[in-house]
């Protein structure tokens, strides 16, 4: 472009990217030109159109800054093209360009060590750009300089980095590793200042071989089993393998040939857990099975933190894990949870993972996910499936959340005329109830709000005891005060009696018969009449002993019981 609105015109057509880029800066430091930019065109055989990349830009009038703008320091990501090496550009780079590197099965350490990639990536266009445009917008967002800036500056710094694989591929400064020859090659170059580049620039051009996610896996291993035993040459190379691989596992498309497909989420899990406790599965393919052995004896630090961080991303995630029920998606995160505890430690942490579960336990307690969890089953049958909800969840707040949907269903009219039904026995009835308490009882509900279940429960128990006089029942019968304490023992032992008012009117009317005149004499008497004949007769202490035991069971304390006993 000449003059301050002049338009632009083709100056000279290379085939090298070099001599362009130094003629364009040579127009601007003759001053022949007021801007320049070096376009690249790249042929599309499949659709006979051209893709275009701007991979230079320059100009004096390119933009409008405002003086005072004009030397404030761009506060790039990065510097230098040894930036965009580093772990956390390495990272940033693989979530913007995740879909090109699971299409092309390479990983980002190969695809910035790779010149055949890089040209590839590079006429992709659109996808180069937006990821720079990505970058360029989250920096500016934090400063005063411009995005066009930003824009400009990374394109420069990206182009630079670019270049320098392409230089040193044609240079042959990237070994061609044979098989059986890591070693030598770690030993020739641990000690140069740019090892770890070089290394894997080698390393890079020896998976691109692999076809597929298991081979590429497979290869590491035998990479790094093949390191030399010298400090240095080794940490060079198993820093290198940790690296890539630790890249390979933290991407979706690599994770799912790895471990193979799943019917759902959960299973994927599951095996995801199995390679993370480095326990081998029973179907796994080659490169996992030995990825596995790995893990086990703990020898690739970043990639198990990797799957780590993987394991909680996935619990966080909305996803279900088994979407078609909830009693399968509760069983599977149990037993996920049961298993991943036992990996608590240096690669995660027990806070980050019960925060995980915390999430996800909260994504299941809505209204709902858990109308459909009870749908149109019987009351009594919603509260037990409710409960079983509650045991499989963590968090107070998610307890307290399930707990609003419990007592509506406690106070519903078809609950209570479920348990007012008289086609059902009382006793039934009864034991129906005194099993749900006993489940609430086990709960991790807070004390209020257990208290509070188990105490309407009681209520309707007591009601329907009342109304079928079960209690009355026996103190009518015509026996003795010891064969009416076993009848009440049976139901105050055999969980048929809510804990609360109905089982403390039943130990009330125990005790009274244990103080009537007698009982301790017709008590082992009844005891030993219903010995089978030829049985060893017990001792009158053994009998005390059993009967202990038994009020024991019925909530009766020794001492109350002793005091009460009548000879």
Known sequence: RTGAKGGWALHEVRSSREDAIRIAQELMAQNEATGVKVIKETYNEETGDYLTLKIFEDGHNQMKVPPAEEDVPHALPCFKPDDLYSYHARQTMTRLLGDFLARNKITITELIHRADMLEKFEATGTAYQHAIQKVAVAQASSTKTPVQQIIKSLNELTTQAIHR????????????????????????????????????????????????????????????????????????????????????LSGSAALHELIGGAENLGQALLRLVSLFLGKPTADARSGLLALTGHFAADTLPNSRTAVANRLVAEFKSNKRLCPESMVDELKTLRVIANSIVLGVGKYLSHEDLIAAFTLRSKR????????????????????????????????????????????????????????????????????????????????????????????????????????????????????????????????????????????????????????????????????????????????????????????????????????????
């Not at 400064?173 to 070089?198: D, M, S, T, V, W």
């Not at 290869?219 to 240095?232: C, D, N, R, S």
């Open 165 to 248: 694989v392409y230089r040193d591929q044609r240079a042959g400064l990237f070994p061609n590793p044979e098989p059986g020859k890591i070693a030598e090659l770690a030993c020739r170059l641990h000690a140069q200042p740019n090892a770890a580049y070089l290394f894997n620039g080698a390393l890079a051009r020896l998976l691109a071989e692999a076809k597929g996610w298991d081979e590429k896996v497979l290869m590491l291993i035998t990479v790094m089993e093949q390191a030399p035993e010298e400090q240095g040459p080794r940490n060079l190379v198993m820093a290198s393998i940790d690296a890539v691989m630790a890249e390979v």
């Open 364 to 567: 299941l307690v809505t209204a709902e996910g858990l109308g459909r969890h009870i749908g149109d089953a019987p009351a009594d049958e919603k509260l037990e499936a409710l409960l079983f909800v509650e045991e499989n969840i963590i968090g107070a707040e998610n307890k307290r959340q399930l707990a609003k949907f419990l007592m509506p269903v406690l106070t519903s009219a078809a609950f209570d005329a479920q348990f007012s039904n008289p086609k059902v026995p009382v006793l039934t009835r009864l034991q129906r109830l005194a099993q749900l308490q006993a489940r609430v009882m086990r709960s991790g509900f807070i004390d209020v709000t257990r208290g509070e279940l188990a105490a309407k429960l009681d209520f309707i128990a007591a009601r329907i005891e009342a109304n079928g006089r079960v209690l009355e029942a026996i103190e009518a019968r015509n026996t003795s005060h010891v064969e009416k304490a076993q009848a009440l023992l049976r139901l105050a032992t055999g969980g048929v009696l809510t804990e609360g008012t109905l089982s403390a009117r039943a130990r009330e009317l125990i005790l009274g018969h244990l103080s009537r005149p007698g009982f301790l004499t017709g008590y082992l008497a009844a005891q030993t009449a219903s010995l089978k004949p030829g049985a060893e007769k017990p001792d009158n202490q053994t009998l005390m002993a059993g009967l202990m035991d038994t009020l024991g069971k019925a909530g009766i304390t020794p001492e109350s019981g002793l005091q009460s006993i009548a000879a």
